[in-house]
T-cell receptor, first 117, second 116 residues
Framework: DTEVTQTPKHLVMGMTNKKSLKCEQHMGHRAMYWYKQKAKKPPELMFVYSYEKLSINESVPSRFSPECPNSSLLNLHLHALQPEDSALYLC????????????????FGPGTRLTVL | DQQVKQNSPSLSVQEGRISILNCDYTNSMFDYFLWYKKYPAEGPTFLISISSIKDKNEDGRFTVFLNKSAKHLSLHIVPSQPGDSAVYFCAASARISNFGNEKLTFGTGTRLTIIP
């Protein structure tokens, strides 16, 4: 099973709203990632969590706030977003890369299509 | 600075023929390479990968070739099928932390269309 699930599938929000994106995996992966993808562009890394700790923040604005409640769940809290934040938000996970032969492959969820009005 | 490049934005191939998608990279720290397939409004689906210590990896109809000296990799799909029509992203990986986390850098993608 290489499934990563994301909810909601679509989200429309105003600039003053607070919303959250959710991601879940049950593959025992210990690294989880948030990516942002604009139309006709490649996915761009936002955050990396490893063993439930934030290990990388790619200079993402504070209006995006990630959270990893446990090893299977990853949230992205949204507040005071701008219209230019409209994009497909992708979650991914990968195995503990210290295990031989397990490195490199990230498995992606279907994404949440976010529209900020 | 685009560290991973896919210079062909689109490619059309007749069904049953070979599809060849190309990717170039500039960063010598990349040591693992992956190909992902993406349909509209879906997340990327992992296809095949290759470590920098190898020059070829094969999985069914998909073969990835790596030329380290040229910093070039390619994905061969043979025979091509209509269901292969999608956007294909090349990605390069480098370790970014002591935990072994991988940072993927994606190319801009190639839209492959298989003509029945």
């Amino acid at each position: 099973d290489t499934e990563v699930t994301q909810t909601p599938k679509h989200l429309v929000m105003g600039m003053t709203n607070k919303k959250s994106l959710k991601c879940e995996q049950h593959m025992g992966h210990r690294a989880m990632y948030w990516y942002k993808q604009k139309a006709k562009k490649p996915p761009e890394l936002m955050f990396v969590y490893s063993y439930e700790k934030l290990s990388i923040n790619e200079s993402v604005p504070s209006r995006f706030s990630p959270e990893c409640p446990n090893s299977s769940l990853l949230n992205l809290h949204l507040h005071a977003l701008q219209p230019e934040d409209s994009a497909l938000y992708l979650c991914a996970s990968s195995q503990d890369s210290s295990r031989q032969g397990a490195r490199g492959t990230q498995y992606f969820g279907p994404g949440t299509r976010l529209t900020v009005l | 600075d685009q560290q991973v490049k896919q210079n062909s934005p689109s490619l059309s191939v007749q069904e049953g023929r070979i599809s060849i998608l190309n990717c170039d990279y500039t960063n010598s720290m990349f040591d693992y390479f992956l190909w992902y397939k993406k349909y509209p409004a879906e997340g990327p689906t992992f296809l095949i990968s290759i470590s920098s210590i190898k020059d070829k990896n094969e999985d069914g109809r998909f073969t990835v070739f790596l030329n380290k000296s040229a910093k070039h990799l390619s994905l061969h799909i043979v025979p091509s099928q209509p269901g292969d029509s999608a956007v294909y992203f090349c990605a390069a990986s480098a370790r970014i932390s002591n935990f072994g986390n991988e940072k993927l850098t994606f190319g801009t993608g190639t839209r492959l269309t298989i003509i029945p």
